[in-house]
Structures are given as structure tokens and as C-alpha cells.
């Protein structure tokens, strides 16, 4: 048999046969991105015709893909309860400096 190559999973890491993770890619991808490529995810989890272990490994990368936009989301909301409104402008105060 033939090697085959390899290709890329919905988050930007490179799949070889049977599931295996390699490298992440180098491209960064945005969060709109991977909540498309989330939502496909799970399209083909709930598919009756996805075989279960491709299932399988699809619901491994959802679930890392989830844990990864929610970290960008507590990042955001961070910022966002640091901005505060001052005079006619805004500021941005390290997080540190809030507690």
C-alpha cells in the first residue's frame, strides 16, 4: 500500500492515518475560523455515516478546540472589565493593577 499524506484537521494540526496527531501547523487561526471549523466538528459527530473512530478523534479535537476558544473568550473578558471610562477617553490598565 501507498503512504498517504497528510491532511489537516479542522484546528490546524496535521492528521496522518488512524488519528494521529503530528505538529500544530504553523498558521495562526482566528477564533471565527475555529468556531466554524467547530461547528463542522460536530456536524460530523451527530453524522449516523461517521465511522466511530473518526468519531472519535473528531470529538478530541472539539473538545481541544472548545478549551481554546474559551481561553481566548476569558482573555477578552478580562480586558474587557479592565477598560474602564475616563473623562472623553478610554484607558486599558494592566490586569495586574486590578484586584
Known sequence: MGQTSP??????????????????????ISFEQKLVNLEEIVQQV??????????IALYKDGIALAKDCNETL???????????????????EPFSAVR
Not at 476569558?74 to 486599558?92: M, P
Open 46 to 55: 451527530e453524522d449516523a455515516d461517521t465511522p466511530l473512530e473518526k468519531s
Open 7 to 28: 491532511a489537516r484537521s479542522p484546528q490546524g494540526l496535521h492528521r496522518i492515518s488512524k488519528g494521529k496527531t503530528t505538529m500544530p501547523a504553523k498558521k495562526k
Open 74 to 92: 476569558r482573555t477578552y473578558e478580562e480586558e474587557i472589565h479592565i477598560l474602564q471610562k475616563t473623562a472623553d477617553e478610554f484607558t486599558l
